[in-house]
């Protein structure tokens, strides 16, 4: 089992990727109430040999780890968000770093808080992250001028009986990014707001997919 370190302003793990391997390292990000381990267990699925950087969350709700603070259910406060993600870019060039990782090779998997961050990030700092799968991703918020998401490839998996995230909030998000000029494949499941093993086997061929591109 990987223990936690309290570094780079996250608690987080990190995992080393197989040696020999292509350098690619899944940056997690969890959804509420999940912490740095919560979707370790599915890196070896979704990406074999992979290196995993797992950060925790800074923020608590009612003892819930989150990236950013909320007001409500789907309405978020910017001005944490702003902070949070501001924090979140400067932990992924420090752990870069500190781990040797190449940021072309580093791919954000995010499940519902997590893919919101995940994608506050992509738009704010187009040039850290270039790739991400996205399960259940909401509207972080709308960008006053479209970042440049050209060369950027991201997966979004969205489920039409979600009660969190509408389709139309899916479709939002979807048209943000492909005006920014980004690759987006849209992966649509019938079920709801919870990870299924339709959302890991979509993730899995998309990332097989990017890996062997690159
Ligand atoms: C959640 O419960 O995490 C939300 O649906 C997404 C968010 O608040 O960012």
């Not at 999940?34 to 003892?63: K, Q, Y």
């Not at 992924?92 to 500190?98: G, L, P, V």
Request: charged share 20%; glycine share 10%; proline share 6%.
């Amino acid at each position: 089992m990987t223990r936690s370190t309290n570094d780079l302003g996250f608690i987080h793990q990190f995992v080393p990727g197989a040696e020999g391997g292509d350098g690619v390292c899944l940056l997690l990000l969890h959804g509420t109430g999940g912490d740095e381990s919560s979707l370790i267990p599915l890196a070896g699925s979704i990406a074999p040999g992979a290196a995993v950087l797992s950060p925790r969350g800074r923020i608590l709700e009612n003892g819930m780890p989150r990236f950013f603070r909320r007001l409500a259910e789907g309405v978020f406060d910017q001005d944490d968000l702003r902070l949070q993600t501001a924090a979140l870019a400067r932990f992924i060039e420090a752990a870069s770093r500190k781990y040797a990782i190449k940021p072309e090779r580093i791919i954000a998997i995010g499940y519902s808080n997590g893919a919101n961050v995940a994608s506050s990030v992509m738009l704010t700092r187009p040039d850290l992250l270039r790739a991400a799968v996205l399960f259940r991703p909401m509207v972080p918020f709308v960008p006053q001028s479209s970042p440049d998401l050209n060369g950027v490839k991201a997966l979004f998996s969205a489920a039409r009986r979600d009660p969190i995230v509408s389709q139309s909030e899916t479709g939002r998000l979807v048209e943000i990014f492909q005006t920014a000029g980004a690759d987006v494949t849209v992966h649509w499941y019938r079920g709801g707001h919870e990870l299924t093993e339709d959302d890991i086997e979509a993730a899995a061929s998309w990332i097989s997919d990017w890996r062997a591109a690159l």
